[in-house]
C-alpha cells in the first residue's frame, strides 16, 4: 500500500543498529496507543501496543515509550534488520472509543 | 486463521464508473472498518460496523460512497460514480477485541 503523506519522514540506520521511531499525538484523552508496520503492498500490521497507566512496554525487539506528558511515543527497535524496512505507524484511542487516529508514519530504511 | 480478505487485489476503471469493493473479515470478529490510504491525506477511517450495523460513517467523503454489511461474514464499499480523485488503496479491518484491528491485505483503485 501507499505510504503516507508528500512529506513523509525517513529513518536510515545500518543494519544491526538500534532504530527509534517518534510520535506526537494529539488527544489528551487517548488512553490507549498502537504501533503498526506496513509493508509495501501490504496492510498495516499490529506491533505492540501500551496503555496510558504504562510508560514502557517490552516487545521481542521492540519497546514502545510513553510520556503523557508531552504527549509523545516512541518506538525502539533493537538489532534492526533488513525485514524491518517498512512505514511505521502509531495510532490513538480513547476509552469507549473504537476508532483509531493514525498518525503520518515514518518510512524506515536499512543500509546493508 | 485466513485473515482479512479483500477482492479485488487491484482495480483500474475509468471515470463514471460503478466499483464495488469487497472484504471478508476474521471469522468471529463482530467489528469491521473501511479505511482509504493516499500519499496527501495518510490513512482516513471512512465508516465502521458493530454486529453489522453501521455506527460511524463521518468519514465517508461523499454521497457517491456507500457501504454496507449484510452479514457478519461480508462487507462492500461501493462508488458510484467514481472520480480520478478517488484512486487510494483501501483497506479492511476487523477487530474481536475493542481497539485491536487486523488489516487486510488493501485494494489499490486506479480510476482513470
Known amino acids: 500500500g501507499e505510504s503516507v503523506g508528500l512529506h513523509l519522514p525517513t529513518l536510515s540506520v545500518q543494519e544491526g543498529d538500534n532504530s527509534i521511531i517518534n510520535c506526537a499525538y494529539s488527544?489528551?484523552?487517548?488512553?490507549?496507543f498502537i504501533w503498526y508496520k506496513q509493508e509495501s503492498g501490504k496492510g498495516p500490521q499490529f506491533i505492540i501496543d501500551?496503555?496510558?497507566?504504562?510508560d514502557k512496554r517490552q516487545g521481542q525487539r521492540v519497546t514502545v515509550l510513553l510520556n503523557k506528558t508531552v504527549k509523545h511515543l516512541s518506538l525502539q527497535i533493537a538489532a534492526t534488520q533488513p525485514g524491518d524496512s517498512a512505514v511505521y505507524f502509531c495510532?490513538?484511542?480513547?476509552?469507549?472509543?473504537?476508532?483509531?487516529?493514525f498518525g503520518q508514519g515514518t518510512r524506515l530504511t536499512i543500509n546493508p | 486463521d485466513a485473515g482479512v480478505i479483500q477482492s479485488p487485489r487491484h482495480e483500474v476503471t475509468e471515470m463514471g464508473q460503478e466499483v464495488t469493493l469487497r472484504c471478508k473479515p476474521i471469522?468471529?470478529?463482530?467489528?469491521l472498518f473501511w479505511y482509504r490510504q493516499t500519499m496527501m491525506r495518510g490513512l482516513e477511517l471512512l465508516i465502521y460496523?458493530?454486529?453489522?450495523?453501521?455506527?460511524?460513517d463521518s468519514g465517508m467523503p461523499e454521497d457517491r460512497f456507500s457501504a454496507k454489511m449484510p452479514n457478519a461474514s461480508f462487507s462492500t464499499l461501493k462508488i458510484q460514480p467514481s472520480e480520478p480523485r478517488d484512486s487510494a488503496v483501501y483497506f479492511c479491518?476487523?477487530?474481536?477485541?475493542?481497539?485491536?484491528?487486523?488489516f487486510g491485505p488493501g485494494t489499490r483503485l486506479t480510476v482513470t
Open positions: 479491518a476487523s477487530s474481536l477485541v475493542p481497539r485491536e484491528q487486523y
Open positions: 488527544n489528551s484523552a487517548s488512553d490507549y
Open positions: 501500551i496503555r496510558s497507566n504504562m
Open positions: 495510532a490513538e484511542n480513547m476509552r469507549g472509543a473504537q476508532k483509531l487516529v
Open positions: 471469522s468471529g470478529h463482530n467489528s
Open positions: 460496523f458493530n454486529n453489522n450495523v453501521p455506527i460511524d
